[in-house]
Protein backbone atom coordinates (compact mmCIF):
# COMPACT_ATOMS: atom_id res chain seq x y z
CA UNK A 1 0.00 0.00 0.00
CA UNK A 2 1.45 3.29 -1.26
CA UNK A 3 1.79 6.03 1.49
CA UNK A 4 -0.44 8.46 0.13
CA UNK A 5 -3.22 5.28 -0.25
CA UNK A 6 -2.48 4.62 3.17
CA UNK A 7 -2.78 8.55 4.07
CA UNK A 8 -6.37 8.73 2.77
CA UNK A 9 -7.56 5.61 4.28
CA UNK A 10 -6.63 7.03 7.69
CA UNK A 11 -8.50 10.42 6.63
CA UNK A 12 -11.25 8.32 5.71
CA UNK A 13 -11.29 6.12 8.70
CA UNK A 14 -11.39 9.26 11.39
CA UNK A 15 -14.30 11.00 8.83
CA UNK A 16 -15.97 8.22 9.44
CA UNK A 17 -15.45 7.85 13.50
CA UNK A 18 -16.52 11.45 13.60
CA UNK A 19 -19.97 10.81 11.62
CA UNK A 20 -20.61 7.52 13.38
CA UNK A 21 -19.37 7.78 16.63
CA UNK A 22 -18.56 3.82 17.58
CA UNK A 23 -17.73 1.30 14.84
CA UNK A 24 -16.35 -2.08 15.52
CA UNK A 25 -12.95 -2.70 13.09
CA UNK A 26 -15.02 -4.87 10.67
CA UNK A 27 -17.75 -1.92 10.19
CA UNK A 28 -14.90 0.50 9.28
CA UNK A 29 -13.42 -2.35 7.34
CA UNK A 30 -16.77 -2.47 5.93
CA UNK A 31 -17.46 0.89 4.81
CA UNK A 32 -13.86 1.98 3.75
CA UNK A 33 -13.08 -1.49 1.64
CA UNK A 34 -10.39 -2.66 3.45
CA UNK A 35 -9.15 -5.75 5.37
CA UNK A 36 -10.00 -6.14 8.94
CA UNK A 37 -6.21 -6.49 9.10
CA UNK A 38 -5.47 -3.56 7.24
CA UNK A 39 -7.90 -1.11 9.28
CA UNK A 40 -6.15 -2.67 12.42
CA UNK A 41 -2.74 -0.73 11.94
CA UNK A 42 -4.10 2.63 11.07
CA UNK A 43 -6.61 1.88 14.67
CA UNK A 44 -3.68 0.62 16.66
CA UNK A 45 -1.35 3.83 14.95
CA UNK A 46 -4.41 6.28 15.91
CA UNK A 47 -4.75 4.96 19.48
CA UNK A 48 -1.18 5.08 20.26
CA UNK A 49 -1.30 9.02 18.96
CA UNK A 50 -4.36 9.63 21.26
CA UNK A 51 -6.56 10.37 18.29
CA UNK A 52 -8.74 7.13 18.26
CA UNK A 53 -10.09 5.18 22.07
CA UNK A 54 -11.32 1.56 22.05
CA UNK A 55 -13.59 0.23 24.93
CA UNK A 56 -15.40 -3.46 24.85
CA UNK A 57 -18.38 -4.55 24.60
CA UNK A 58 -19.81 -7.72 26.28
CA UNK A 59 -22.11 -10.27 24.04
CA UNK A 60 -23.81 -12.91 24.59
CA UNK A 61 -21.31 -15.24 23.17
CA UNK A 62 -17.94 -15.07 21.77
CA UNK A 63 -15.21 -12.70 22.80
CA UNK A 64 -15.99 -8.89 23.44
CA UNK A 65 -16.45 -6.31 20.84
CA UNK A 66 -14.38 -3.57 20.68
CA UNK A 67 -15.78 -0.20 19.65
CA UNK A 68 -13.75 2.89 18.11
CA UNK A 69 -14.01 6.24 19.04
CA UNK A 70 -12.55 9.52 18.45
CA UNK A 71 -11.02 10.81 21.81
CA UNK A 72 -10.95 14.49 22.73
CA UNK A 73 -7.96 15.12 20.90
CA UNK A 74 -9.16 13.14 17.56
CA UNK A 75 -12.44 15.51 17.38
CA UNK A 76 -10.49 18.86 17.88
CA UNK A 77 -8.84 17.82 13.92
CA UNK A 78 -12.40 18.91 12.75
CA UNK A 79 -12.01 22.77 12.70
CA UNK A 80 -12.37 24.04 16.37
CA UNK A 81 -9.76 26.49 16.35
CA UNK A 82 -11.65 29.28 16.38
CA UNK A 83 -13.09 28.20 19.35
CA UNK A 84 -10.12 29.79 21.62
CA UNK A 85 -10.89 33.30 20.06
CA UNK A 86 -14.70 32.73 20.88
CA UNK A 87 -13.86 32.09 24.59
CA UNK A 88 -11.65 34.96 24.57
CA UNK A 89 -14.15 37.71 23.34
CA UNK A 90 -16.87 36.10 25.53
CA UNK A 91 -14.43 36.69 28.56
CA UNK A 92 -14.45 39.98 27.25
CA UNK A 93 -18.14 40.59 27.25
CA UNK A 94 -18.85 38.87 30.65
CA UNK A 95 -16.09 41.65 32.05
CA UNK A 96 -17.17 44.48 30.20
CA UNK A 97 -21.18 43.61 30.83
CA UNK A 98 -21.82 40.71 32.86
CA UNK A 99 -23.07 37.21 32.32
CA UNK A 100 -26.63 39.07 31.19
CA UNK A 101 -24.41 40.40 28.06
CA UNK A 102 -22.93 36.93 27.04
CA UNK A 103 -26.21 35.30 27.17
CA UNK A 104 -27.26 37.82 24.50
CA UNK A 105 -24.45 37.50 22.22
CA UNK A 106 -24.84 33.60 22.59
CA UNK A 107 -28.94 33.69 22.04
CA UNK A 108 -28.39 36.41 18.78
CA UNK A 109 -25.64 33.50 17.42
CA UNK A 110 -28.33 31.04 17.94
CA UNK A 111 -31.62 32.86 16.45
CA UNK A 112 -29.28 34.25 13.75
CA UNK A 113 -27.91 30.14 13.33
CA UNK A 114 -31.30 28.72 13.03
CA UNK A 115 -33.40 31.18 11.49
CA UNK A 116 -33.62 30.14 7.55
CA UNK A 117 -34.09 26.76 9.09
CA UNK A 118 -37.10 28.25 10.97
CA UNK A 119 -38.39 29.84 7.62
CA UNK A 120 -37.52 27.09 5.73
CA UNK A 121 -39.85 24.55 7.67
CA UNK A 122 -43.13 26.34 7.91
CA UNK A 123 -45.61 23.82 6.89
CA UNK A 124 -43.28 20.70 6.92
CA UNK A 125 -44.18 17.59 9.13
CA UNK A 126 -42.06 16.40 12.02
CA UNK A 127 -39.71 14.21 9.71
CA UNK A 128 -39.03 16.20 7.14
CA UNK A 129 -38.33 19.56 9.97
CA UNK A 130 -36.05 17.30 12.35
CA UNK A 131 -34.29 16.02 8.73
CA UNK A 132 -33.88 19.59 7.68
CA UNK A 133 -32.26 20.66 11.18
CA UNK A 134 -29.83 18.09 10.71
CA UNK A 135 -28.72 19.17 7.56
CA UNK A 136 -28.13 22.84 8.74
CA UNK A 137 -26.46 21.09 11.97
CA UNK A 138 -24.13 19.13 9.33
CA UNK A 139 -23.15 22.40 7.31
CA UNK A 140 -21.57 24.16 10.91
CA UNK A 141 -19.89 20.75 11.40
CA UNK A 142 -21.96 19.06 14.30
CA UNK A 143 -22.64 15.44 12.31
CA UNK A 144 -26.02 15.34 12.74
CA UNK A 145 -28.27 12.27 11.62
CA UNK A 146 -32.08 10.96 11.91
CA UNK A 147 -33.32 8.23 12.92
CA UNK A 148 -36.86 6.65 13.02
CA UNK A 149 -37.70 5.56 16.37
CA UNK A 150 -40.16 2.71 16.15
CA UNK A 151 -42.96 4.94 15.20
CA UNK A 152 -42.64 6.57 18.63
CA UNK A 153 -40.97 9.77 16.82
CA UNK A 154 -37.67 10.76 15.74
CA UNK A 155 -34.31 10.79 17.31
CA UNK A 156 -31.93 13.37 16.19
CA UNK A 157 -28.34 12.11 17.35
CA UNK A 158 -25.27 14.40 16.75
CA UNK A 159 -22.13 12.46 17.16
CA UNK A 160 -19.68 15.65 16.85
CA UNK A 161 -19.73 18.91 18.60
CA UNK A 162 -17.40 21.58 16.87
CA UNK A 163 -17.44 23.97 20.30
CA UNK A 164 -17.38 21.56 22.97
CA UNK A 165 -14.83 23.95 25.22
CA UNK A 166 -17.55 26.85 25.10
CA UNK A 167 -20.42 24.51 25.63
CA UNK A 168 -18.39 23.46 29.06
CA UNK A 169 -17.81 27.13 29.63
CA UNK A 170 -20.81 28.14 28.91
CA UNK A 171 -24.07 25.71 29.28
CA UNK A 172 -26.11 28.51 28.07
CA UNK A 173 -24.89 26.86 24.35
CA UNK A 174 -26.71 23.66 25.18
CA UNK A 175 -29.54 25.52 26.48
CA UNK A 176 -30.42 27.39 23.53
CA UNK A 177 -29.78 24.53 20.92
CA UNK A 178 -32.59 23.00 22.71
CA UNK A 179 -34.63 25.77 22.92
CA UNK A 180 -33.95 26.41 19.27
CA UNK A 181 -35.27 22.78 17.93
CA UNK A 182 -38.22 23.21 20.02
CA UNK A 183 -39.18 25.78 18.29
CA UNK A 184 -38.34 24.70 15.14
CA UNK A 185 -40.14 21.65 15.71
CA UNK A 186 -43.72 23.17 16.91
CA UNK A 187 -46.20 22.79 19.22
CA UNK A 188 -47.27 19.88 17.61
CA UNK A 189 -43.86 17.82 18.93
CA UNK A 190 -41.83 17.34 22.05
CA UNK A 191 -38.83 17.13 22.32
CA UNK A 192 -36.55 15.00 25.30
CA UNK A 193 -32.45 15.24 25.84
CA UNK A 194 -31.83 11.67 25.55
CA UNK A 195 -28.08 12.59 26.00
CA UNK A 196 -25.20 14.63 26.38
CA UNK A 197 -21.55 15.35 24.83
CA UNK A 198 -20.92 18.02 27.68
CA UNK A 199 -22.00 16.05 30.62
CA UNK A 200 -19.50 12.98 29.00
CA UNK A 201 -21.91 11.29 26.54
CA UNK A 202 -20.28 9.65 23.36
CA UNK A 203 -22.91 12.03 21.20
CA UNK A 204 -26.18 14.29 22.09
CA UNK A 205 -29.24 12.74 21.37
CA UNK A 206 -32.85 14.45 20.89
CA UNK A 207 -36.35 12.40 20.97
CA UNK A 208 -38.56 14.40 19.32
CA UNK A 209 -42.23 12.67 19.04
CA UNK A 210 -46.03 13.62 19.38
CA UNK A 211 -46.94 16.47 21.78
CA UNK A 212 -49.14 14.39 24.07
CA UNK A 213 -46.31 11.73 24.59
CA UNK A 214 -44.33 13.64 27.04
CA UNK A 215 -43.00 17.60 28.22
CA UNK A 216 -39.91 19.04 26.65
CA UNK A 217 -37.34 18.84 29.24
CA UNK A 218 -33.90 21.36 29.08
CA UNK A 219 -30.67 19.43 29.23
CA UNK A 220 -30.25 20.85 32.99
CA UNK A 221 -33.20 20.07 34.50
CA UNK A 222 -33.61 16.81 33.15
CA UNK A 223 -30.79 15.06 33.84
CA UNK A 224 -28.35 17.66 35.73
CA UNK A 225 -25.86 17.56 32.33
CA UNK A 226 -24.82 20.69 31.96
CA UNK A 227 -25.13 21.04 28.15
CA UNK A 228 -26.59 20.25 24.46
CA UNK A 229 -24.88 19.11 22.26
Known sequence: MSVSTGQRTRKKLIELLKCKGELTAAALASHLDRSVAAIGRHLRSCVREGLVQSHPVRRQTGRPLLLYSLTVHGAAMFGQRYEKTALEILAQ????GGPELVTELLTRRQEALMKPCQMQAQGMNTLDTVRLVAAKLNEDGYAAETESDNGRGIRLTIRHCPV????????????????????????????????NMSGGDSCCMYEISPVDSRPPESPIASSNRAGSP
Open 93 to 96: AKAI
Open 164 to 195: PALAQAYPEVCRLEFESICRIAGPEASVTVCS
